[in-house]
């Protein structure tokens, strides 16, 4: 969308999240202690990568860093989908330079597929880069990794209830214990998990 109108991605996201905050006024909802935006917790998120490269779960490939989900044994005890319970392709993408399957991305580089990504951060400091394509010092950051990073920034390390959809259970969740409980030293990361059902609307869902 940001292509189609020669604009900035988060002009994009800022008009939504508009329309989104309008919609929650007219339900009279309470307005929440934070409203933390992912693109403003980027160095959090490379500080918490750093921690993981460090300790030695998570490795760097040519097009970024992974956690390794064989150096957390507990994996997959949210869902049932234990390492040994994985079969490559349900919901795992396969790529020869992964170490495991069931390895996620915590950082992308901008290079290969991902040269194009307009959205990007340095590595080495966490500010939004200006480069333009092939760049393997600017990345972006995974899709599991932005929750952790925010919730242990502004909740602490260990949160008492969370929420999410249902289809959230796996990969989501249970890469977010991984990547949570291995940084903070193994402390539980969630005490509840509360999952909602899916809302079947005929042909559709709403998740």
Not at 5 to 28: G, N, S, T, W
């Amino acid at each position: 969308q940001a292509e189609r109108e020669k604009v900035h991605p988060l002009e994009i996201a800022k008009r939504y999240e508009q329309e989104f905050l309008e919609d929650e006024k007219a339900l009279c909802m309470r307005e929440p202690e934070h409203r933390p935006h992912a693109s403003e917790f980027v160095k959090q998120m490379l500080a918490m990568v750093k921690i993981l490269l460090k300790q030695g779960n998570a490795y760097e490939t040519a097009d970024g860093i992974y956690f390794s989900v064989e150096s957390f044994p507990q994996y997959g005890a949210l869902s049932g989908n234990t390492l040994e319970n994985l079969s490559a392709g349900a919901r795992i993408e396969v790529d020869e330079a992964k170490r495991h399957p069931a390895d996620f991305a915590l950082w992308k580089k901008c290079v290969g597929g991902n040269a194009v990504h307009i959205l990007r951060w340095s590595y080495a400091t966490g500010e939004i880069s200006t480069t333009t394509g092939e760049d393997a010092a600017s990345g972006f950051p995974g899709w599991h990794i932005e929750c952790s990073a925010m919730s242990s920034t502004l909740l602490g390390e260990q949160i008492d209830i969370h929420t999410g959809g249902e289809d959230n259970i796996f990969p989501h969740h249970e890469c977010e214990i991984a990547q949570s409980e291995a940084a903070s030293g193994k402390k539980p990361f969630v005490r509840t998990w509360v999952h909602r059902r899916r809302i079947n609307l005929g042909e559709e869902k709403m998740s």
